[in-house]
């Protein structure tokens, strides 16, 4: 079955940097697009970046621009968001999420708490 396994997230003081990393399983991870949303407490779920099957970055939220880059690895069928110069605005729990070449979804992860606070 599909499975979405997010890792890496954790309390880091504002300025420093978190990797997250997405381990997919039981679909074709290098057929797919892929996403970091995040949610913070009392609101809703926000598109952070996206990347293409191929490995090219689609979309950066404005907020996250130059801060933030998303990468894959479709050898190890990972996704990966380098969150670097962090704020606390950046807190949220960050879930990757999986889609087909039509856009539909594929599956989401569990989810993983980033918290930036001094």
């Known amino acids: 079955q599909v499975q979405l396994v997010e890792s890496g997230g954790g309390l880091v003081q504002p300025g420093g940097s978190l990797r997250l990393s997405c381990a997919a399983s039981g679909f074709a991870f290098s057929r797919a697009r892929m996403f970091w949303y995040h949610q913070a407490p009392g609101k809703v779920r926000e598109l952070v970046a996206g990347?293409?099957?191929?490995?090219?970055?689609?979309y950066y939220r404005d907020s996250v621009k130059g801060r933030f880059s998303i990468s894959r690895d479709n050898n190890k069928n990972e996704v990966y968001l380098q969150m670097n110069n962090l704020k606390v605005e950046d807190t949220a729990v960050h879930y990757c999420?999986?889609?087909?070449?039509?856009?539909?979804?594929?599956?989401w992860g569990q989810g993983t708490q980033v918290t930036v606070s001094a």
């Open positions: 990347i293409s099957s191929e490995g090219v970055p689609t």
């Open positions: 999420k999986a889609e087909d070449t039509w856009g539909r979804t594929i599956g």
